[in-house]
């Protein structure tokens, strides 16, 4: 069944916006909701210290920095997110690093660019001052990245990418035009860089060096894709993209940022996806985001596999809302069908079965990212207490998952027993 008219599919007051999502243009697929289009109406025991001094390839701070202290990759990364004013306040950081310690988090999420595309610090690169916010959330960033590290935490810096009005306002030549001229804008007013725009992919790399340099451990990059709402059909696009599909352009994004950031620097990058890329393979959701192109490209990749977020049906379950095992088991479950087909293919050219001309889904000479979902940590479709964040986290480990990240917009957070979710840490 397919519906023209916009309705509203779910609320979201505290997930990863802060308004209702809604959605058009859906059908139902061997049991599962598929949305075609939907807009958003707001968007340990393991530490060790190590020394890193800057890499040589990167130009340096406009002001002399001495070589920061690095936390290194967790062999589970256990994280939680906490905004940027979080981070700025003393006693919300002091209040949410006690929390990680109390549930053996060794992890933390920061925002370092927001959706308006403003910076959350004072930048030092040159290259960035013509970014620098009018007034820095995280006035003192060191001293909050200095004292994430003493607590043990792997210290992850989150930038939104595309959804990005500041860079807009500045080259308004490297957003989205419409038809007509002029930018284009989505249904909230929103303007949106093309995800094409090569300078704008060397200013993101740009603000993931001096994340880097000032003490984040790794980079995660989100809104890594194009629009999802609005009129689509009133975009223009040049024309050498405008025949290009729409993954392509992303996938050269993945690979671009990894040899810049982890060839070439050492830095760890990470990306945050739609849950449904665990689902199609060869379906880019419309957005241009295919699992494939990410996972030989990254570190980590974090799809956002939040029991909500699903079509009642999915599954069977009249609301998947009340059942966070079975979702994230089965969503990384499909993922590893894919970490299978690769070591499959890869087997059978090592062993001269197939040509060297065949057709492969996934390299065989590169790493794959490992998979570390975001996990839901606020309450639609169902009360998310302790159960339902244990049961996540067991699902991801049943599937071999490295690891989650809780995510709750407003920094809320409750208690769970992690060692009720089996495996010893």
Request: charged share 20%.
């Amino acid at each position: 069944m397919i519906m023209s008219n916009p309705f509203r599919f779910w609320e979201m007051p505290d997930a990863r916006w802060n308004a209702p999502i809604h959605a058009f243009s859906w059908f139902v697929f061997a049991g599962t909701a598929i949305v075609l289009g939907i807009y958003f109406t707001a968007p340990s025991p393991d530490w060790a210290g190590t020394m890193y001094a800057a890499a040589t390839s990167t130009p340096p701070l406009a002001e002399s920095s001495n070589a920061v202290l690095h936390v290194p990759l967790p062999n589970e990364v256990r994280g939680f997110y906490m905004t940027a004013p979080s981070a700025a306040s003393t006693p919300l950081r002091s209040s949410l690093f006690a929390y990680a310690k109390r549930n053996r988090l060794n992890a933390v999420v920061i925002d370092v660019k927001d959706g308006n595309g403003r910076l959350a610090f004072m930048p030092k690169r040159a290259s960035l001052k013509s970014a620098a916010p009018e007034k820095a959330t995280i006035k003192e960033l060191d001293e909050v990245l200095k004292e994430a590290g003493e607590q043990h935490l792997y210290r992850i810096a989150r930038v939104f990418v595309f959804q990005d009005p500041s860079y807009v306002s500045r080259f308004p030549e490297e957003a989205i035009q419409k038809k007509g001229g002029g930018v284009w804008a989505d249904y909230k007013g929103v303007v949106w860089v093309n995800a094409a725009s090569k300078a704008a992919w060397r200013y993101n790399a740009e603000i993931a060096r001096e994340a880097y340099q000032r003490g984040f451990d790794e980079v995660q990059f989100d809104y890594i894709r194009f629009p999802s709402d609005g009129d689509m059909a009133a975009i223009s696009y040049p024309p050498e993209q405008a025949a290009k599909p729409k993954h392509q352009v992303i996938a050269e994004f993945f690979r671009f940022m990894h040899d810049q950031l982890e060839v070439k620097e050492h830095i760890p990058i990470s990306y945050d996806l739609f849950g449904y890329v665990t689902w199609y393979v060869d379906y880019d959701l419309g957005i241009g985001q295919l699992l494939v192109d990410a996972l030989p490209n990254a570190t980590a990749i974090s799809p956002m596999v939040y029991p909500s977020h699903y079509g009642n049906g999915t599954l069977g379950f009249a609301n998947p809302a009340e059942h966070p095992y079975e979702i994230i088991a089965d969503s990384l479950k499909k993922a590893n069908m894919l970490y299978a087909r690769r070591e499959k293919e890869c087997d059978a050219l090592a062993r001269g079965v197939k040509s060297a001309t065949s057709t492969f889904l996934l390299p065989c000479d590169a790493a794959l990212a490992h998979q570390r979902p975001w996990i839901q940590a606020f309450d639609i479709g169902a009360v998310y207490g302790a159960d339902k964040i244990q049961a996540q986290i067991k699902a991801i480990r049943d599937q071999g998952g490295k690891g989650f990240l809780l995510w709750n917009a407003r920094n809320a957070y409750r208690d769970f027993d992690l060692a009720a979710t089996s495996t010893a840490l």
